[in-house]
């Protein structure tokens, strides 16, 4: 019966990382649509976001099966209940990117309102925050806890930066409102999935180390189960 419940424990991981997959693809396709101004691949995110919600429904039936058949324990019922968890937090991740498409698509029927740079690069972090926290999840192992949330720092500091220049738009002359708005949205919706992304490393770390930590700034915070800070990186 053991073997079983390990095959069934591999087939749940590997239905949870094939959604972290998608779930990076849509976020990807979604920036490209913005940036390339292609209206045929945004409305494919948009339409992808129902398939990403039919993969969490599956995963959250084979978690109940496994629960249900042959109660795990110790790290085999961790992986379950981290991999329930990991489910919705992808699932909110293509909602997220579903959002940056139907603003793109928005976006490409209005000249550009200026070249895109600081949207780009909080892109490129936050991707490789999204393919670095399913990494530490599939390989069980907290190693780059303090990494990702130093790049969710950069992610902050840059949409700070990109809401400011926004502003100046918008306050300059009222028929740049619309476009600024729209690309303020896409801003936070990216700020949204790397903070997503730092859920993923979050639930990881409990699934390993039986801690509870937080990304608090560009540290990793673990509390007690009272509350108050058990240990702060010194990084």
Known sequence: ??????????????GVLKAGWFAEKMFKKAISSLIERNANLASEVVSDDDLMDQMEIEIHEKAMEILGIFTPIKMEL??????????????????????????????SKEPPLKPLIDIPKMADI????????????????AEKSFEICKQDAEVDELYERVKEDLLLYMMESPRYVKRALLLLEIANFIEEVADLATNIVEATVYMVKGDLYKCCHD?????????????????
């Open 219 to 235: 540290d990793m915070v673990a509390f007690k189960k009272g509350g108050g800070i058990l240990f702060e990186s010194s990084d």
């Open 1 to 14: 019966m053991r073997w079983i419940l390990r095959e069934k424990i591999e087939e749940f991981k590997k």
């Open 78 to 107: 961790k992986m379950v209940t981290t991999g329930i968890r990991i489910a919705e937090i992808l699932e909110s991740m293509g909602d997220r990117s579903a959002r940056i498409a139907k603003n793109a698509l928005e976006l």
């Open 126 to 141: 936050t991707s490789k925050m999204v393919k670095e926290s399913l990494r530490m999840f599939a390989d069980a192992d």
